[in-house]
């Protein structure tokens, strides 16, 4: 077998793998809410943002200081990566690769450039998450102090489904951009060859299904704050 014909089979099968079980979690996350613990989460923000915003003179602080919360794990997460992507920069900018470093596939300096490039964009990407994560956050955290009387009086077409929006949306690019990180586990395995990496695609993604789905809630019936949270992506 020609080197590289297993990084053109199982490199492609790992990543296809791992996009098609995202695309099915997607799909259970719009069709049934309560199956997934993305779709639970968010139901569980909805009612939350409901209850701090009936009386923000008493729960203010404890909003903000959640929030907060969020804002430092999710700048924690961009640092980590913007920080393991200068690491990353600098051993592109190695001449060249030890040939004992990879096992079964392309261990020229073209294939070793482009799964060190991977690996990059990956972190970039993560941090890019990360980063509109804290920016819907900073912004939940000004809006989830108006009470929501004044939100209606000032404009009837801005309601609390906007702070719950943004709310959301800081929470689904966190859950982004730490599947991203996620992803870069099996792309830094792809430097040791296309079997090691298919491998942890498969472990990632049976890893990633039993903390992604929830048995606890059955899917029968649908509840209106199910409903609510189902247009809230949009």
């Known amino acids: 077998m020609k080197a590289g014909t297993l990084d053109l089979l199982l490199v492609p099968l790992g990543l296809a793998l ?9 799909h259970q996350i ?15 923000r ?6 701090m915003m009936e ?29 393991l992507s200068s690491v990353i920069a600098m051993l592109m900018s190695r001449p060249s690769a030890e040939a004992s470093l990879f096992l079964y596939g392309d261990n020229s300096h073209l294939g070793f450039s482009i799964k ?4 990059l964009v990956c972190f970039l990407v993560a941090f890019l998450f990360n980063v509109q994560s804290v920016r819907y956050y900073s912004q939940a955290s000004i809006l989830i102090n108006v009470p929501s009387t004044k939100i209606l009086s000032w404009s009837p077409s801005l309601t609390m489904d906007y702070v719950v929006r943004s709310v959301n949306r800081g929470s689904y690019f966190w859950s982004l951009g730490s599947r ?18 298919f491998l942890c ?7 990633l299904y039993s ?24």
């Open 46 to 51: 909805l009612i939350w943002v409901q209850a």
């Open 30 to 44: 719009k069709r049934c809410p309560k199956r997934t613990v993305i779709g639970i989460n968010s139901i569980h």
């Open 18 to 26: 791992m996009v098609g079980y995202h695309f099915w979690l997607f």
């Open 116 to 119: 060190v490039f991977s690996i």
């Open 180 to 197: 991203a990180f996620y992803l870069s586990f099996p792309l830094f395995l792809w430097l040791f060859g296309p079997i090691p990496m």
């Open 201 to 207: 695609c498969i472990v990632l993604v049976l890893m």
């Open 211 to 234: 903390l992604d789905m929830s048995a606890e809630f059955g899917p029968e019936g649908e509840s209106d704050d199910e409903k609510e949270v189902a247009k809230l992506p949009a």
């Open 55 to 83: 009386d923000p003179s008493k729960n203010g602080v404890l909003a903000v200081q959640t929030l907060r919360n969020n804002i430092m794990a999710s700048s924690l997460l961009a640092s980590a990566v913007i920080m």
